[in-house]
Nanobody, 125 residues
Framework: QVQLVESGGGLVQAGDSLRLSCAAS????????MGWFRQAPGQEREFVAA????????YYADSVKGRFTISRDNAKNTVYLQMNSLKPEDTAAYYC??????????????????WGQGTQVTVSS
């Protein structure tokens, strides 16, 4: 089992930056591909970014490409999401998720095995 805990959310203004962290426990994340997803009220959970187990590849949703950066520190068992130039439409609960690396990366929430409880990001205009 992998336990994931997100932190770093908050209320910011449009154009500001935030860095989300996802701390894992229970198992090392070095054998997991990791992803960030978000969910706004009344909407489905959507893919934001993903990173392979060795940071060899990263993937982004078109809506965040060029503004968000996913990274990981396997020694710290932590994954990060640096969010710059935030927009009101980025407002959502943000979740990190883990998927065993042998299955590859994915943008589908259903293909991730472990989830955190989320951290709220609110961007005011």
């Amino acid at each position: 089992q992998v336990q994931l805990v997100e932190s770093g959310g908050g209320l910011v203004q449009a154009g500001d930056s935030l860095r989300l962290s996802c701390a894992a426990s229970g198992r090392t994340i070095s054998s997991y591909n990791m992803g960030w997803f978000r969910q706004a009220p009344g909407q489905e959970r959507e893919f934001v970014a993903a990173i392979t187990w060795n940071s060899g590849s990263t993937y982004y949703a078109d809506s965040v490409k060029g503004r968000f950066t996913i990274s990981r520190d396997n020694a710290k068992n932590t994954v990060y999401l640096q969010m710059n130039s935030l927009k009101p439409e980025d407002t959502a609960a943000y979740y990190c998720a883990a998927r065993q690396y042998i299955f590859g990366s994915s943008s589908r929430p259903s293909e991730y095995n472990y989830w955190g409880q989320g951290t709220q990001v609110t961007v005011s205009s």
